[in-house]
């Protein structure tokens, strides 16, 4: 089983809403899910490096990365999976500058993700759950 790293920013705004995004899982195949911004490592890069790398790739703006807020540790395999079955170690860091993500052009973000539903203001009305407010996308 091979292990895949990943790096994820959490944007929240003063009124308790998490910036987050729509993907489907295995390019398309799999299940749609929402997880904040990130992305896995490439070769040799630091967990820093590699989620300024992702979320300017993703949204454009270039992080503030705070404190690491915890870590994340699965396995995937079948549908859910598109590197295979693995094992994913995720690592999720504070962004400080919230508002800079407030009023983001996703059309002039030329790495846009397969099966991306966009990104959206949403908050969390439970663990598992949440709740879209406006649509950035």
């Known amino acids: 089983m091979r292990r895949r790293v990943n790096v994820r920013g959490i944007i929240i705004n003063e009124n308790g809403e998490i910036f987050c995004q729509q993907l489907t899982a295995n390019n398309g195949k799999g299940r749609n899910f929402w997880c904040t911004p990130g992305g896995g490592l490439e070769m040799g890069e630091s967990l820093l490096d590699g989620l300024r790398r992702e979320m300017i790739e993703e949204t454009g703006v270039e992080p503030e990365i705070g404190k690491l807020l915890f870590v994340q540790q699965f396995a995937e395999s079948g549908e859910q999976s598109a590197h295979g079955p693995n094992e ?3 690592f ?5 500058n919230w508002q800079d993500y407030q009023h983001i052009d996703l059309g002039a973000n030329i790495a846009r993700r397969r099966g991306s ?3 959206r203001l949403c908050r969390s009305e439970n663990d598992a759950n949440f709740t879209e407010l406006s649509d950035r996308g």
């Open 92 to 96: 999720f860091f504070l962004i400080t």
């Open 88 to 90: 994913q170690l995720e």
């Open 117 to 119: 539903g966009g990104m």
